[in-house]
């Protein structure tokens, strides 16, 4: 598993959109093509490859889907993606 997320969060818009939801909150796909400037298939699938490692959680509403990290992480994996939103900040 950790393999999977060290991968998952090893490309940059996925790493971004995790910084986006960090803040606790729900996103939808609309919100994070904006922030991200991605288009709608680009952050889909992008989505899909975080939720696939465990880090986020999915919610449609109507048209919508809405996401938002995982509240049941981990400990691990809480600290490993704590770990790298820091290095990120560290980077920039």
Do not use: F, N
């Not at 090893?10 to 606790?24: H, I, K, N, S, V």
């Not at 919610?59 to 049941?72: F, G, I, L």
Request: hydrophobic share 45%; with cysteine.
């Amino acid at each position: 598993m950790i393999v999977t997320v060290l991968s998952a969060l090893a490309e940059p818009t996925r790493l971004a959109a995790m910084r986006l939801l960090a803040d606790g909150s729900e996103h939808c796909v609309c919100e994070l093509m904006h922030e991200l400037g991605a288009s709608q298939s680009r952050m889909s699938r992008h989505m899909q490859v975080l939720k696939q490692a465990g880090l986020v959680v999915d919610r449609r509403d109507a048209q919508w889907v809405r996401y938002r990290t995982r509240p049941d992480l981990p400990p691990a994996l809480s600290r490993l993606l704590d770990a790298a939103l820091a290095a990120e900040e560290v980077r920039a």
